[in-house]
């Protein structure tokens, strides 16, 4: 569980360099989704409809995070 954490983390880190990249903030949460559909496939064991669902979530919970962290910060 921990490794999903960390692969989240480095899902996140890598959509802030691509937002400061010039991407449009409109598309970060589909880059977040196919960074971690990615690093599920890759990094993750399993069958690969479990790749896909960890990828999935891994990119879910970034584009997430990546949203929380611009509410704490706004306020």
Not at 27 to 44: K, Q
Request: hydrophobic content about 55%; charged content about 15%.
């Amino acid at each position: 569980m921990f490794e999903i954490a960390l692969i989240i983390t480095v899902v996140l880190a890598f959509t802030e360099l691509i937002k400061h990249l010039g991407l449009s903030n409109r598309y970060l949460p589909v880059a977040s989704l196919v960074l971690g559909l990615l690093a599920g496939i890759f990094y993750v064991g399993g069958t690969l409809k479990e790749q896909i669902m960890y990828g999935l979530m891994i990119g879910l919970s970034a584009a997430g995070l990546f949203d929380q962290s611009k509410i704490v910060t706004k306020k």
